[in-house]
């Protein structure tokens, strides 16, 4: 089984021709609703590739007494994943405010609301013993997080950590902290360089460079996404691999980080090494991009190994 303890949002989109800077205006043909928030999508990349197997999927998260919160959670349902531990609170259910340019970039901007009151007794003991993988993100509280990690340590259940949005912690104590907790990371270009900032570790711009001082020094498998370049782990004997990502025109981004990181879930839960779990997971994030939206380019299972034959 695959948990994942996270976020779920409702994505309100605007594409625009350029992102606004700060104190500008700029106009919009239209605003889209998606489904999204870093949880949820890892959670519907994770499900569709888990399609016809074995592996279930389920999401520990929190959503408000709304319409959006409703939505959210039937759509997680028909996407197959087991929603029995999604509840339902008093404050509003999270909004992500998206801009996207013309090549497919974005700006997000999340009101965390019902994410926000996401507890580590949210995850009960019985779920937590039938995971093989337990998945963590960055929009919910960090201290439930930690809590949820110590106790998936303590059942033997392996802990991907996907440190986004950057965290907003300064200590050096506390990223070690979360770090010695986890067994693979995930993070992107930015995140790794940020990270490598508060532990005191020069990296020089060389993401690389940061991920190889996160996985030498706190232990965990340090994954680091880079867009068009692939991704690359460091083991923390300081082995590199890397996967490639096939060249595409992308029609919008958001998410693909997501599917990199539900996908890899699928690949480790069914025993695949970590090289392999990236190329499915690289493939699978390029597809994401084809499409709007956050969980709509994700591909189904068939879809995915059809697209690795052609390769
Ligand atoms: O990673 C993309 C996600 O970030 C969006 O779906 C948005 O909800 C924010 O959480």
Redesign the pocket.
């Known amino acids: 089984m695959i948990v994942i303890f996270g976020?779920i949002?409702m994505?309100l989109v605007a594409r625009v021709q350029r992102i606004a800077r700060p104190g500008e205006t700029v106009l919009s043909r239209r605003a889209d609703s998606?489904f999204?928030?870093?949880g949820?999508?890892q959670a519907v990349a994770a499900a569709r590739v888990s399609q016809g197997g074995p592996l279930r999927v389920a999401m520990v998260g929190a959503v408000g007494n709304d319409p959006f919160g409703e939505a959210c959670r039937k759509n997680l349902d028909e996407n197959g994943v087991d929603v029995s531990t999604i509840r339902v609170t008093d404050e509003p259910t999270?909004c992500?405010f998206?801009t996207v340019d013309e090549t497919g970039e974005n700006a997000?901007t999340?009101a965390s609301g019902a994410n926000m009151a996401l507890r580590s007794d949210d995850l009960p003991e019985s779920l937590l013993s039938k995971a093989s993988v337990l998945v963590l993100q960055m929009?919910v509280p960090i201290a439930d997080s930690l809590e949820v990690a110590a106790r998936a340590r303590r059942a033997g259940v392996k802990l991907v950590w996907n440190f986004?949005p950057v965290p907003a912690v300064k200590e050096r104590s506390a990223i070690a902290e979360l770090l010695a907790v986890t067994d693979v990371l995930v993070v992107n270009e930015h995140e790794a360089l940020a990270i490598a900032d508060v532990i005191g570790e020069r990296a020089d711009d060389d993401f690389l460079c940061a991920g190889a001082d996160i996985s030498r020094l706190f232990g965990p498998t340090c994954i680091v996404t880079a867009g068009s370049r692939g991704a690359y782990a460091i083991t923390p004997d300081g082995a590199q691999i890397h996967a490639t990502a096939r060249p595409i025109r992308p029609v919008d981004t958001?998410?693909a980080?997501?599917t990199f990181v539900g996908v890899l879930a699928n690949g480790l839960a069914e025993g695949l090494e970590v090289g392999p779990a990236m190329e499915r997971a690289c493939a699978a994030a390029s597809l994401s991009c084809l499409t709007a939206g956050?969980q709509a380019g994700m591909p189904q299972r068939r879809a995915l190994e059809h697209h690795l034959a052609q390769a």
């Open positions: 976020s949002n994505d998606f999204g928030g870093k949820a999508n999270g992500a998206i997000i999340v929009e986004a958001t998410g980080g997501d956050a």
